[in-house]
């Protein structure tokens, strides 16, 4: 069965292929169009669809629309309840009209063959049926909103959902988050991890009331309306203490109530292993509350956990009828063979070289304090880079987390984050669990490596890790410079610059190269130097 799954209705519109329950191919349609989010999050937007996504995913498999058994969208009009919202019915208008606008997208498509996929449902199998658990397991969705709801926990048997309980608007974790963003003058829907890392610079002094405000019940939760101008007025350019403060006590809150709902989950279920996704999971400090302090053996959360992630779930949905494999990792999209990658060099007219060893070029320069862009391989599925479009640097010496915010453009509150080798993960990095390959966990620093890697410790101890591992080129760089310094770890940030989406193509590689100060370029075998 041949199922395209296309995530349009609220941000971070994305395609993902399946076929015969294999995850083939799955991209953010920002990647393409370098508008970052692909879109703006507002009920009239929800015609705007994953084209060059989409056209992707089926070039990928040398498919045309016509050779598709279904297409699966990730939002059911059906289940929309009548909003009194501005724009609202507009957003279910353009929902039901999806099936036409996608046959016009994509010429030979039949419109009949879209099939509408509750949202959460289609969240809830991003995970479930894309962990490499390959089995029964509870899941937990928590999210900004869907149709009707914002939360979902159930367990899956025999790839089959089975709903426990949910949790309908207006009571929502996801828009809590989200309201808070944005009175503490971020974006809404797009910065809600600045909220969490401004939330570790402070204690969280309104814990009791935000315990008043929102509280948990037979698996679901209800929050009552906060006056955030109570607690802080919006920052008037400059974030102040009391702001980290509000910051710390949501956030806290927060990961009390998912370590109840968890707790809730796992009582009702008897299972072992937990599945998360929706956007409040890419909260990597509460994910690790919960696999530390939580009933579950396993906890595995979706890479792609926001909206994006939905394009994939909702095609395992609907192809759930046959065995389904785990999905194979992130690196799901574009990319480059070493002649492609070559003709684009020529074309720019760069100087470039091919080393017979890159991993030992790269990790000497790491050594010598450069910063390194570091393109291989299929680009990554979900906001994170995970070594495919990374930003590499030496993680021992404090001074360059201020350089590489300042290469990024972005605030200096904001943390850089280490990958390392998996074999070598827990000899430095404690509480969070190995293998941690996606980046969602936060883990804590050991003591005597504090001081050794200052760059990616955060101001709490801690810091948002990747374990390395069948990766051969990338365990090799970490190998190398781990000979040359004591140290298997460097600094891994996502390989853009501020506000633009994750470098995708070749051509974006070198615009991102030429435009910061990056010391080298890494991509596919060639290096490209300043
Ligand atoms: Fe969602």
Known sequence: MRVLGINAIFHDPAAALVIDGHTVAAAEEERFSRRKHG????????????????????????????????VAYSYDPALAEDDTAPWEELRTTYAWRAPQFLAAALPGLDPEIVRFVPHHAAHAASTGLAAPFGGNCAVLVADGRGECGSYLAGRYENQMLVKLAEQRLPHSLGLLYEDLTEHLGFLRSSDEYKVMALASH??????????EHITTA???????????????????????QEHAELAASVQRRLEEVLLELATWLHDQTGERRLAMAGGVALNCVANTRIFAEGPFDEVWVQPAAGDAGTALGAALHEASGEPLA???GADLGRGWGDDEIEQVLRTAKVVYEKPADLAAVVARALADDK???????????????????????????????????????????????????????????????VPSPYMLFVHDVRPEWRDRIPAVVHVDGTARVQTVANDPLLERVLQEFDRRTGVPVVVNTS?????????????????????????LLAIGPYVVRR
């Open 39 to 70: 879109k703006r999050p507002v009920p009239f937007s929800a015609w705007e669809l994953p084209e060059m996504a989409a056209k992707w995913c089926l070039e990928k498999a040398g498919l045309t629309p016509s050779d598709l058994d279904a």
């Open 202 to 211: 402070a204690e969280p002094v309104h814990l009791d009331l935000m315990r």
């Open 218 to 240: 037979d698996g679901g939760f209800q929050i009552t309306p906060i006056e955030w101008n109570t607690l802080a007025k919006p920052p008037d350019g400059e974030l102040l």
């Open 326 to 328: 785990p999905m194979p």
């Open 371 to 433: 910063i390194v862009a570091w393109f291989q391989g299929r680009s990554e599925y979900g906001p994170r880079a995970l070594g495919r479009r990374s930003l590499l640097a030496n993680p021992c010496y404090a001074a360059n987390l201020e350089r590489m915010n300042d290469v990024k453009g972005r605030e200096q509150f904001r943390p850089i984050a280490p990958m390392v080798l998996e074999s070598r993960a827990h000899e430095l990095f404690a509480r969070g669990p």
């Open 495 to 519: 390989l853009n610059t501020a506000g633009r989406p994750m470098v995708d193509s070749p051509r974006d590689a070198l615009e991102c190269f030429g435009s910061s100060p990056i010391d």
